[in-house]
């Protein structure tokens, strides 16, 4: 079956700048996050979403960040205001209810110049 | 602070040896344990999932969990060139939660 999709692949957008980033998780899977990593680092954690609702957001750096998954389908992660540091791969993942697999998107590289 | 620690690397091994890569982990409530590969420019790819003490084995692959230690590792049995990549160690507390990464070991497997 298909796998957790990522779009776009890459963004390169100026600095202050709005970038929306979406994902569509595996058909199925009502668990949703999102993470974000530099080079030579681990993914960090973003949002995490249980249905529609953000379970945990404890992980968003500011308030430029925010994320949204209305219909507990595809989730949107919005940055506004960009700025050079937020140049990373920002990774989707999502997971059965109740299960900790979680499976990644391929990810969107974003680089702000 | 919650931290997931591996070593770096690279770690380098020959052909169809053994290669071992190593974790361990602050949090003593975590309950999952999970290895990722990630080649260079891709995405993490679930490889290992392990809940319970001792080992488990899959293929080439046997990750080993010790909470006692705080510790959790894989053994990739018979290494090939194509398991040359990163492989990121992830723990989390429960069902459902965010998973919190090491910085990931290098392998690099030479003919």
């Known amino acids: 079956g298909a796998g957790v999709s990522q779009t776009p692949s890459n963004k390169v957008t100026e600095k202050g700048k709005y970038v929306e980033l979406r994902c569509d998780p595996i058909?199925?899977?009502?668990?949703l996050y999102w993470y974000r990593q530099s080079l030579g680092q681990g993914p960090e954690f973003l949002i995490y979403?249980?249905?529609?609702?953000?379970?945990?957001d404890s992980g968003l750096p500011n308030d430029r960040f925010f994320a949204v998954r209305p219909e507990g389908s595809v989730s949107t992660l919005k940055i506004q205001r960009t700025e050079r540091g937020d140049s990373a791969v920002y990774l989707c993942?999502?997971?059965?209810?109740?299960?900790?697999?979680?499976?990644f998107g391929p990810g969107t590289r974003l680089t702000v110049l | 602070q919650k931290e997931v620690e591996q070593n770096s690397g690279p770690l380098s091994v020959p052909e169809g040896a053994i290669a071992s890569l190593n974790c361990t982990y602050s949090?003593?409530?975590?309950?999952?344990f999970f290895w990722y590969r990630q080649y260079s420019g891709k995405s993490p790819e679930l490889i290992m999932s392990?809940?319970?003490?001792g080992d488990k084995e899959d293929g080439r692959f046997t990750a080993q969990l010790n909470k006692a230690s705080q510790y959790v590792s894989l053994l990739i049995r018979d290494s090939q060139p194509s398991d040359s990549a990163t492989y990121l160690c992830?723990?989390?507390?429960?069902?459902?939660?965010?998973?919190?990464f090491g910085k990931g070991t290098s392998l690099l497997v030479t003919p």
């Open positions: 979403f249980q249905g529609t609702g953000a379970a945990d």
């Open positions: 992830a723990v989390n507390p429960n069902s459902g939660y965010a998973l919190n």
């Open positions: 058909s199925g899977h009502t668990a």
């Open positions: 392990i809940y319970s003490n």
């Open positions: 949090d003593r409530v975590s309950q999952s």
């Open positions: 993942a999502s997971s059965l209810a109740g299960l900790n697999e979680q499976f």
